[in-house]
């Protein structure tokens, strides 16, 4: 693992605490299953074959309206795809939601990260007369996202209810290869849910 991945995720750790109690023991995980794609941006939605990942985070509230709420995410990723790459990485997101009387949300995210890829396949180089296995430190990448989800709130009437939603989530990894193709398009779609393992003792309010 690089210097540089070990110091963002002891920052994501760092920061995870401050998030937890800014929120006044209100405390969302967010908790998704993705089939990830090298494709063009909003010209696919369902790929074949799967490339599974999973993704683990959280969020903070900003500000919160009746039907509107603007917020922030810290996220911790990891994603397998057959003969490309894997990679694991954090990022965050700001992100607008707009909720419906009958329990349905959507919303808009922008996103940037840091993700470390490893090959998934075996690399060998010509030296002195034989081939020589590499040893694959990873490679640092850049990654900026646009999402947009549909969420649904089990019960609607609560202010921390759990919900179920579906995200599509466009992505770029910077830089891919600086002397052939500079960066490669993603598209993650996600399936997930939002949940709250402690919450601070108080009155929902309906909606």
Not at 76 to 90: A, E, K, S, V
Not at 97 to 119: D, N
Not at 191 to 201: D, E, H, Q, S, V
Request: proline content about 5%; some cysteine.
């Amino acid at each position: 693992m690089s210097g540089n991945l070990k110091r963002s995720i002891l920052i994501f750790i760092a920061l995870f605490p401050m998030l937890v109690n800014g929120q006044e023991n209100v405390f969302p995980l967010n908790i998704s299953l993705f089939n990830e794609a090298t494709a063009i941006p909003y010209t696919r939605i369902i790929t074949l074959p799967i490339h599974p990942g999973i993704q683990i985070g959280t969020d903070y509230s900003y500000r919160t309206k009746k039907h509107s709420r603007l917020f922030q995410t810290a996220n911790i990723n990891y994603f397998y795809h057959n003969h490309l790459n894997q990679g694991i990485g954090i990022n965050s997101e700001f992100g607008y939601e707009y909720r419906t009387r009958p329990g349905l949300s959507f919303s808009c995210l922008l996103g940037i990260g840091y993700m470390q890829t490893f090959s998934t396949t075996e690399e060998f180089s010509f030296n002195n007369g034989q081939y020589e296995k590499n040893t694959d430190g990873g490679n640092a990448r850049f990654i900026p996202s646009l999402s947009v989800d549909a969420n649904y709130y089990i019960f609607r009437e609560s202010e921390h209810s759990p919900s179920i939603f579906i995200r599509y989530q466009a992505w770029i990894e910077y830089p891919y290869s600086p002397d052939f193709i500079p960066l490669m398009t993603h598209i993650n779609l996600h399936a997930g849910a939002r949940f709250y393992i402690f919450k601070k003792r108080s009155h929902d309010k309906g909606l």
